[in-house]
């Protein structure tokens, strides 16, 4: 097995856990920064507020997830406590360093150094998220065994053809 093979459903792993998490907080972190940016006029303000918002759209999401997929398995009371350690964990420390640093100077940047609110917010986003998920996922291999994780049913086996699923 090649590197590329190996890197294949790592890859496919990560974006079903990320993706959902992701797109609840860009859709609350560019129309926060909008609404702000457009009732002060400062990027500053807009980078602060779109920060939190992100935050809040992106772990209301984890949380939930992580919900759903201890609750089958543990029942409601013990899923919220796994779903609180398992965003805890998997992005605690990460979340800090985002949050007070990296993530407000990028939003602040971004639209100052392109001229563009935008190009610049979007860029700005990209910079922060690649330091985010640098960690996060790092965060996610090295203790997934405390973490809630989506269980593979058979019919999503990934190394089986939609053919064979649907033989059974």
């Not at 610049?120 to 330091?131: C, N, R, S």
Request: contains cysteine; glycine residues 8%.
């Amino acid at each position: 097995m090649t590197a590329t093979q190996k890197a294949g459903p790592k890859l496919r792993e990560w974006i079903r856990r990320y993706l959902p998490n992701e797109v609840a907080s860009t859709v609350a972190e560019l129309a926060s920064a909008g609404v702000v940016y457009s009732a002060t006029g400062s990027w500053a303000a807009a980078a602060v507020v779109a920060t939190v918002f992100a935050s809040v759209g992106y772990y209301a999401t984890a949380y939930v997830n992580a919900v759903r997929w201890s609750f089958g398995d543990h029942g409601f009371g013990r899923a919220n406590v796994l779903a609180l350690r398992s965003v805890t964990v998997e992005f605690g420390p990460v979340e800090v360093v985002d949050s007070l640093a990296i993530r407000p100077v990028a939003l602040y940047l971004g639209p100052v150094l392109t001229g563009n609110a935008v190009l610049g917010l979007i860029v700005g986003k990209l910079v922060a998220d690649a330091g985010f998920y640098g960690c996060a996922v790092v965060s996610y291999e090295k203790f997934r065994n405390l973490l809630a994780v989506k269980h593979t049913d058979r019919k999503e086996a990934p190394d089986e053809s939609l053919a064979a699923v649907a033989d059974r």
